[in-house]
Structures are given as structure tokens and as C-alpha cells.
């Protein structure tokens, strides 16, 4: 009876999501700008160009231009303002894309928020007095 309960409890359960190859991540985000979400409330947007550029906002008007490329089944991405590099696992998820950092996955997991083709609002450089 008990193997029979755990044998239903696996074929009830939602399969496990794959997480995305770099082939995959490309096509899905190539000319999109996707908007990133954590915990019901705004975190940031990327815009993905060809070539694996992106820019990056935590929507504050400050824009990030990188790249991102796969090392070791991860998306890293490495920013004109640090080079080292933040590498995440994505799967995709029924509503969009789930981010975890690899770093440290217990702390940081964005999800898909909403996604366009839309240019980021990217302030000029600072002006100094």
C-alpha cells in the first residue's frame, strides 16, 4: 500500500523544469527586453541584443551595458562596472522565465515579471557642478 501511495504521489506530481541550455535562453530572449520580478515586487529589466549583449536596469534610470555567455550548464553575465561574473540557472516556467543566482540560490530567485520590445529608460552620464 505505501509503495502504491508513493508510485501516485510521482505521477501526480508536476514534472521537474529543465533548465534552459544557452541555445535555448537565446532564442527565447534574443531582441526582447524582459522585466524581472522577486518577491511581488520590481527588480530590475534586461534588454538581450545579438551577440549575447544585454543592458541592464534595476529600473532607476541607470542603464548597464554586458554580455552573457554559458560556462559550466549557467547564463553568466559580466557588466562593463564588474567584470566578475554573476552566472544564474533559468528554467522556463508556466508563466516565463525563473532566475536562480548561483551563488547563492537560497537568496536570490527573479522570476518573469513581463516581457516586450521596448527600450529601457537609460539616463545620460552624471553631469557633475
Known amino acids: 500500500m505505501r509503495l502504491a501511495l508513493t508510485f501516485l504521489c510521482l505521477l501526480l506530481s508536476p514534472p521537474a523544469l529543465a533548465e534552459m541550455s544557452a541555445a535555448e535562453f537565446d532564442a527565447y530572449t534574443r531582441g526582447q527586453t524582459l522585466y524581472y520580478g522577486q518577491g511581488g515586487a520590481p527588480y530590475g529589466a534586461e534588454i538581450y541584443h545579438e551577440n549575447q549583449r544585454v543592458q541592464w536596469s534595476f529600473l532607476d534610470g541607470h542603464c548597464k551595458e554586458g554580455r552573457w555567455y554559458e560556462a559550466d550548464d549557467l547564463i553568466c ?13 533559468f528554467v522556463k516556467g508556466p508563466n ?18 513581463d516581457m516586450g520590445d521596448t ?11
Open 77 to 89: 553575465f559580466v557588466y562593463e562596472d564588474n567584470p566578475e561574473p554573476q552566472c544564474w540557472s
Open 119 to 129: 527600450p529601457l529608460l537609460c539616463l545620460g552620464p552624471e553631469v557633475g557642478v
Open 96 to 113: 516565463g522565465l525563473i532566475a536562480r543566482f548561483a551563488n547563492d540560490p537560497q537568496q536570490t530567485e527573479l522570476y518573469e515579471a
